[in-house]
């Protein structure tokens, strides 16, 4: 019998396959984001072939919920559109992300008439300056012509995909936030969602080549002499938002290494399921990468996903996550924090 309280609260059998997966269709991006690590990723970049993504699927018949992204940007894939049509015919609410540079006429009819439930697209700023600063490659005007694609074939389609904004919030952009919730209330987007720029690239054993990654993060992420200013502009955005009808999501405003409410912890190695384009199955989005962590790899005379899912190395993480000492790669997560 163990002498360990968490380790007794653990339970022996591991969880259900969840109802909720994120699949990584393309492991690879047409732009150089200065926070992401998606072009310092070595051979997992890779392209998932339809048949895997198919058999996945099958291995998968609970599944309610689908989000179609990882690192790589997903209209990279010249077959996403057919891997969100055969996902949604199955009755499986279907979501992505987008950089929205690769919208084209056509992949906007198709982003509405494909079943795609809701997109999400990147918008880091309501200036070029900024905008094009963080996204790298990338043309502000162009994306807000895009931008005015999707909404257009989005109303022409009686409202779908949902379309939502998304911000990675940092010292250099949090200026714009109001600017940002008024520009996409005049290109009819609806709501915005606000996330923390994550620090957990701050783990030990860190691979060499994520350093200078994590050395933008440390010198872009919010510290405590600029929680006050985030503060009076969180104010004045949600004012804003309010006045305009528009949802804003805004984060909590805590400093790194700040106890979260009601105490440091995660369930999304437990609820939700993540697996790269290069078939890794990892603990969560925010691991991003297999040289971090992984529960080994599925498909392609590997183990089964179900198999890898219950398997030893998914059950120790689990284990060490629920207990007074988590994985090094969870230690410095946002969202182990509390505050993503």
């Not at 389609?157 to 998304?166: D, F, I, K």
């Not at 949090?174 to 996330?195: C, F, I, M, S, T």
């Amino acid at each position: 019998m163990t002498s360990d309280p968490a380790a007794t609260a653990f339970p022996a059998a591991p969880p259900p396959l969840p109802r909720f997966a994120q699949i990584e269709p393309i492991g690879r991006c047409n732009l150089a984001c200065r926070m992401c690590t998606v072009n310092h990723r070595g051979d997992e970049v890779a392209e998932l072939p339809l048949e895997r993504y198919l058999a996945w699927l099958d291995e998968l018949p609970q599944l309610e919920e689908l989000h179609l992204q990882g690192l790589g940007e997903p209209m990279l894939h010249p077959r996403f559109f057919e891997m969100v049509e055969i996902a949604a015919a199955r009755g499986i609410r279907v979501s992505a992300n987008t950089n929205l540079t690769l919208l084209t006429p056509e992949r906007a009819r198709r982003c509405a008439e494909s079943g795609l439930a809701q997109l999400s697209v990147s918008l880091d700023g309501a200036s070029a300056a900024v905008y094009e600063s963080v996204r790298r490659g990338a043309s502000f005007a162009k994306v807000l012509r895009n931008l005015d694609r999707l909404v257009a074939a989005r109303d022409a389609a009686g409202g779908r995909p949902e379309v939502r904004g998304v911000m990675v919030l940092m010292r250099s952009n949090l200026p714009e936030l109001p600017a940002l919730v008024r520009l996409l209330h005049e290109h009819g987007v609806h709501e915005l969602l606000l996330q923390r720029l994550s620090s957990d690239l701050e783990h030990p054993g860190l691979p060499a080549r994520y350093v200078p990654i994590r050395d933008v993060v440390r010198a872009e992420e919010l510290a405590p002499p600029e929680l006050h200013e985030a503060e009076a502009v969180f104010a004045e955005a949600q004012a804003l938002a309010q006045a305009l009808g528009l949802l804003l999501h805004l984060p909590r405003l805590a400093a790194p290494g700040e106890p979260a409410p009601g105490g440091r912890g995660c369930d999304w190695p437990s609820r939700q399921l993540y697996l790269t384009a290069a078939g890794q199955m990892l603990p969560c989005c925010m691991v991003a990468t297999a040289d971090r962590a992984s529960f080994g790899r599925v498909g392609d005379g590997a183990q089964a996903l179900g198999e890898v899912w219950r398997g030893a190395a998914a059950q120790d993480f689990r284990r060490a996550l629920a207990g007074p000492q988590a994985p090094d790669v969870c230690r410095s997560c946002a969202l182990y924090e509390g505050r993503f």
